[in-house]
């Protein structure tokens, strides 16, 4: 568990149980889940690299550092990550935005890619992957390792809940990736959902069934 980080700011956990309540509306829940974002995304960001430009502040010019930010490339797993994205961008404004889409086989839970949209020159640069559930691990997994075939610089994976088997499942296929959640809840349903949870991000986010 090394490699997995669980941010306990206050601001974090009490957005995160606002969000857990079955009677939040779809208004509520998806601009805490922004707000939410916006926060983890300061710790998630904490070891980006930084570039030196001159500046002229209204007494003289003197050498700041600014974030890369061109460089990074936020990937939504579609489409309860697209949920992430805006409070990312809150703090990263220059990060450039890449898709993927994959749904879980009812069946076996195992994904199924359908959709895959990427910047250019990904081997330059930093890849931050966010959906809003680890559960089994199994889609987290197959989009690493979608992503690691374009030979990027770094990858890291950010959620808002996450399963203890999802974790195991993430870290096993790629134990170089760390994970940045908001919690780590008990365990897995028969369907593959986390408890206690939240229920079913996206149709929490986009208000539909």
Not at 44 to 59: A, F, G, H, K, N
Not at 96 to 106: K, N, Q
Not at 148 to 164: D, G, H, M, R, W
Not at 183 to 200: K, Q, S, T, V
């Amino acid at each position: 568990m090394s490699n997995v980080h669980v941010i306990d700011h206050p601001l974090v956990q009490h957005k995160l149980t606002l969000m857990r309540r079955k009677d939040a509306s779809t208004n509520s829940f998806r601009r805490m889940l922004g707000e939410l974002s916006t926060l983890m995304a300061y710790e998630v960001t904490r070891d980006m690299p930084l570039q030196d430009i001159q500046v002229e502040t209204p007494l003289e010019t003197m050498t700041g550092k600014v974030i890369d930010g061109k460089k990074l490339v936020l990937v939504s797993i579609l489409r309860a990550g697209n949920g992430f994205l805006d409070g990312m961008l809150n703090v990263v404004p220059g990060a450039r935005i890449g898709h993927i889409g994959l749904y879980r086989d009812p069946d076996t839970l195992q994904p199924v890619e359908y959709y895959f949209k990427m910047p250019s020159e990904m081997a330059e640069r930093d890849i931050i992957v966010v959906d809003p559930m680890l559960a089994t691990g199994n889609s987290a997994a197959a989009a690493v390792a979608r992503l690691k075939q374009l030979q990027p610089k770094s990858i890291k994976f950010v959620c808002l809940l996450a399963a203890p088997e999802g974790v195991a499942t993430l870290q096993k296929a790629h134990p170089d990736v760390p994970i940045y959640t908001a919690a780590i809840d008990r365990e897995l349903n028969d369907h593959g959902y986390i408890l206690p949870g939240l229920g079913d991000a996206g149709d929490r986010i986009f208000g539909t069934k």
